[in-house]
């Protein structure tokens, strides 16, 4: 289970930095957005992103140095679900790819971490 949980925080990882630190790349990559007006006057917004996804990624590992089978259960859950309902969001208002990429790995941890009992 616990490495489900470190890919889903890895994808995050990966996902913040790109946004922190190659914005205009991301948005073409990920949305088909090349105009520099857009990508400039957008990059605080992704900066937000980049945060959002990077406190998720720390805050995933930081479950698994947690007593297993209490907090860390409930705050893993918690974490998984709200990446796949962004996913979900981010998929309905800009594209279904993003929802793939940032919510199937999150839902295979959930579905795991509800079947095995923890990490």
Known sequence: MATW???????????GLLELFRWPSTTKLLLGISDRTFNDQSRPLGQNFA?????????LVATLSID?????????L?????????????????????ALLQGAV??????FLMTAGGP
């Open 5 to 15: 949980i470190y890919i889903a925080a890895g994808v995050q990882l990966v996902l």
């Open 51 to 59: 945060a959002y996804n990077i406190l998720v990624a720390a805050g």
């Open 68 to 76: 297993p089978a209490g907090a860390a259960k409930q705050v893993q």
């Open 78 to 98: 918690w974490l998984l679900c709200s990446i796949v309902v962004a996913a979900v969001i981010g998929g309905i208002t800009t594209k279904w790819f993003l």
């Open 106 to 111: 999150p839902a295979v941890a959930i579905f």
